[in-house]
Structures are given as C-alpha cells and as structure tokens.
C-alpha cells in the first residue's frame, strides 16, 4: 500500500469496523469523527449520570464472524434482550408484529368487510396490469388493498418521513415492507378458523427489520462502540475527535489529503487512501477539485430525514407497557423506555423515556428545545403515560442524518454519485450515511469491514 495513514472519515459503526480491519491488517489508520466520541448514531448523550442513547439500539445480526467478533469484544458484557412492541391504531394499541387475531378482532366488521374487498380488488388489477409510474403508494395498495394502506401505512409514513408514500420510490416498499400474498391471507384464515392459532402478519419489515437473536449491554449499544474504540487505541488507531473534514482534496483519479477543522484551527492532512463514513451527499460536494456538475446536482438530489430526541429521567421503575410504543397522533412517532432493556439507570429506581420527533432542519422543532419538550410532554400527559411532576431531568439532542429519504428517482442520482465516487482509486465510501441506505449497524459494519477489505485489494 502507498505510504501515508489511511485515513477513516466518521467514527459511526462503519468507520469503527472499518478502522478497526485495516488496523489488524497492520496499517495506519487516522479516525476523524466530529463529535467528542465515537458511535454516530449507535453511540448516544451521556447526560447526568446517564447515557441517553438515539433510538435505543439494539444489536443483532445473523453474520458468524462479525457475532463472534462483537461476542470476544464485549464478553460478559453483551446480554441476550427480548424486544416488545407496541403500536397505536385507530385508538387502540396493538401488539407488533401485527397479528392477525388482534386486527381481525380489533378492526370493525365494517372495516375488515371493506378491507378485504379493497385487497381483492387491488390484488386483482395489480396482476393484469401495473401502474405505468410505481410508487411506494402504488406498491402497498396492491400488497394490501387501499384500505389496510391507509389504516396502517398512510400517515405514518408520510410523518416519519415528511413526504406522501406517492412521492416515495417503490423499491422503499419493496425491500422494508414484505409483501401480504393472497395464498398468505387464505392460509392465515384457515390458521384462524381450522388450526390452532400461531404467528402474525408478516410485516417485521415496516420498522427496523431484525435478524438474529437481539443484544444490548447495562450502557447501551454505546458501551459496544466505546469498547471498539478503546480497542482500536490499542492497536494503534489514532483519533481525531471534534475535527471536521471540509475538504477531500484530489489529483486527478487520486485523493491527495483531507482537509479538516477543529476548533477553529485547519490542517491539511496528506493521506495514502480514504475510506468515508460520513453522509454521501456532503462528502461528495466537498471534493476539491469538484466530481463535475452532474455529480454533485446528483449529490444534492439526496436528503435525510433528521431526528429530535427528547430524554426524559422518570422517579419510576418502569413507564411503558412495551420497550418501544409507536404513535401517529403524537409529535413523538416512537417512545422508547429504557427499563426494558437491562439498562443500569441512576439514580436506581427511576427510568429513561426517548421520544423521537421526525422532521427537517428547517422545521421550527428542531431547533426549538423548550417548545418541543414541552409539546413531547403534553402528548405524554395526554395519553396517561405520565405526569409531569413525576419527570426529574430532560435533555434534547438531534441527528440531522438519521434516515436516508427514498425519493422517487433516487436510485438514479445514488447511482451517479457512487459511479463518480468509484473512479478514485484510493477512495471507498460506506455505511448507512455513506452509501444512503436505510441499513442497521450489522451490515453498516459489514459495509466497513468491506470498504477496507476493496481498498487493500486494489492498493497492494
Ligand atoms: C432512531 C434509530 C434507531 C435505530 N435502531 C437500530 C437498532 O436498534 N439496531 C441497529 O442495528 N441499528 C439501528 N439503527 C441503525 C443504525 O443507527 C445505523 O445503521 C448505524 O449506526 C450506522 O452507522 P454509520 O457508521 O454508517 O453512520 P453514523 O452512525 O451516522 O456515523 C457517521 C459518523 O460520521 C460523523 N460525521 C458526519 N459528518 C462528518 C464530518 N464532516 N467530519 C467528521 N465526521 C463526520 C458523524 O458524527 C457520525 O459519527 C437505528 C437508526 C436510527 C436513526
């Protein structure tokens, strides 16, 4: 490989594991991250005497290798956690995944009459013919009939995301929504009506889709990343926290250095490759000189939906019925309560609550502490979770980039920028933020074990 570090740009799950391969290869790696510490959006605040993490997260994978390597790490550590969820509709909660005794008793026999018509009848149309245009709208009627999209799908998607299914790609529908076949239905009232009742809608793919058994730590997903990090120190890895990379400078199909900022002060640091982490759209525009016009009008095509988290301290045990409860009607789409996850919580007796609140940066409540405290608040009052006077600390906190937006056409813009970005030859880009999809931290890691992996190959 050229001399010089190679230099990892953002400390999330993808550049950890990248840095971390690169590492036990024997090469010298530089971890720039702009926080004060690792984990992006699997890390978290510590805030108090506690960490407040985004989300939380949860680990899992069906990968050996990478299980084995977090299991080594962690050790005792790393606990088995059994997820609940539960979901709001029509003014009921609902256990997730959805199951088909649940919906079928709790739905009126008037909506499920109308339900199962609207399925039939898009069912039908869907197989003689298709939409000339597709979009997620499009795809969900005809997995699930008009009725069900709206009762389940509609609104939801259109406030987590800030755009109507209609103006989504399909392929978002397609790859996190599984598809409600008709032998499925057929099979699923025969389990209802013959058989002993088992299993629920195969819908685990609406929200985060996980695979493997599920882990988290008494810290959180963030005592996984912080121990990453502590072991890349060991092995020689050197950080670069609250540095910013500005610029990637390049020589023709070549990237030169980086050029960062940090607290005020610029450097230039001249680096033998680049692996990059960070959000796809604003590394790309930082090239200098530029990928050319059409990469970088691509490059501001793609946008991520931003996050407001607000962490709540409660003088109690345990809050929610379920580890995460998901709203429509709230300013929140999901509250999550941290008791559920083994988590040691200070002072011992009280737990966290995480309210998530989607938006832009440009929206008012992102940049609103008090107002969105105290509209988070309200909903939780308004719907009997808790009181005020019970709350004994809050903290706001945010991630700009915390979802890849699926907008119609993206695939071709991504396309565009990732040809552009695959004609250096000593640059790969990975990770959720690097490549824009919407993945969990198993295969952001993979992604990072892989980018460093290409960059050995094609720099021996
Ligand atoms: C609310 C929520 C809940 C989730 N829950 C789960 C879960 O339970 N389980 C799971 O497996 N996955 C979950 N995920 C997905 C998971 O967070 C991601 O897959 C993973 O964290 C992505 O890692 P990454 O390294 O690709 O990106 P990031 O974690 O975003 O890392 C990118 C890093 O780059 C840094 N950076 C950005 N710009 C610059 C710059 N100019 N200079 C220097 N540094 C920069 C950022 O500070 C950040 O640290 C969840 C995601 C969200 C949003």
Redesign the pocket.
Same mark, same amino acid.
């Given at each position: 490989m050229t001399e010089g570090h190679t230099v990892v740009?953002?400390?999330?799950?993808?550049?950890?594991a990248a840095a971390w391969r690169l590492g036990k290869r024997g090469i010298s790696v530089v971890l720039?991250?702009?926080?004060d510490h690792?984990?992006?959006?699997?890390?978290g605040v510590q805030f108090g005497g506690n960490v407040y993490e985004?989300?939380?997260?949860?680990?899992?994978t069906t990968d050996a290798e990478l299980l084995a390597e977090i299991k080594e790490l962690m050790g005792d550590d790393l606990l088995p956690y059994k997820r609940t969820i539960q979901i709001k509709f029509l003014g009921g909660y609902f256990k997730f995944p959805l199951s088909m005794t649940e919906v079928f008793f709790k739905l009126s026999p008037w909506t499920l009459v109308r339900a199962a018509a609207s399925f039939l009848y898009h069912f039908t149309v869907g197989a003689l013919s298709r939409p000339s245009v597709e979009n997620t709208e499009t795809v969900l009627q005809r997995y699930y009939g008009d009725v069900l999209y709206r009762i389940f799908f509609k609104d939801y998607i259109e406030r987590v995301w800030g755009i109507p299914p209609s103006e989504f790609s399909p392929s978002f529908a397609r790859q996190r929504i599984p598809r409600l076949n008709v032998l499925e239905i057929f099979d699923k009232f025969a389990t209802l009506f013959w058989k002993k009742a088992r299993g629920g809608l195969r819908t685990e793919g609406y929200v %985060?889709k996980?695979e493997g058994g599920l882990y988290t730590t008494r810290e959180g997903?963030s005592m996984i990343t912080k121990r990453l990090g502590e072991r890349l120190v060991q092995t020689g890895c050197e950080f670069r926290l609250n540095?910013?990379?500005?610029k990637i400078l390049r020589e023709g199909d070549r990237v030169i250095a980086v050029s960062l900022t940090s607290q005020g002060k610029s450097e230039t640091l001249p680096c033998a490759a680049v692996i990059n982490?960070?959000?796809i759209n604003?590394c790309t525009l930082s090239f200098s000189p530029s990928l050319g016009a059409g990469i970088d009008q691509a490059a501001r095509s793609l946008r991520f939906r931003a996050?407001v988290f607000v962490g709540i301290r409660v003088c109690r045990p345990q809050v929610l019925p379920a580890s995460f409860m998901y709203f429509r009607e709230h300013v929140f789409n999901r509250i999550t309560d941290l008791s559920h996850f083994s988590f040691d919580i200070d002072p011992p007796g009280s737990t966290l609550l995480i309210a %998530?609140v989607s938006c832009d940066p440009q929206d008012a409540v992102w940049r609103d502490e008090i107002g969105v405290k105290e509209a988070v608040i309200e909903d939780l009052e308004r719907e009997s979770i808790l009181d005020r006077s019970e709350i004994e600390e809050t903290v706001v906190f945010r991630?700009q980039?915390?979802?890849p937006i699926y907008t119609l056409g993206h695939e071709d813009a991504l396309q565009s920028v990732l040809k552009g970005l695959g004609m250096l030859e000593n640059f790969e880009t990975?990770?959720?933020?690097?490549r824009f999809q919407y993945?969990?931290?198993?295969?952001?890691m993979k992604?990072?074990y892989e980018a460093a992996d290409h960059l050995i190959e094609r720099m021996v």
């Open positions: 740009l953002g400390g999330g799950c993808a550049g950890l720039v991250e702009a926080s690792v984990g992006g959006l699997a890390g985004y989300g939380p997260h949860i680990f899992h %985060e996980t997903f540095t910013r990379v500005q982490t960070t959000p604003e996050l %998530e991630a980039h915390a979802h990975a990770g959720r933020q690097g993945v969990n931290t198993h295969v952001a992604m990072g």
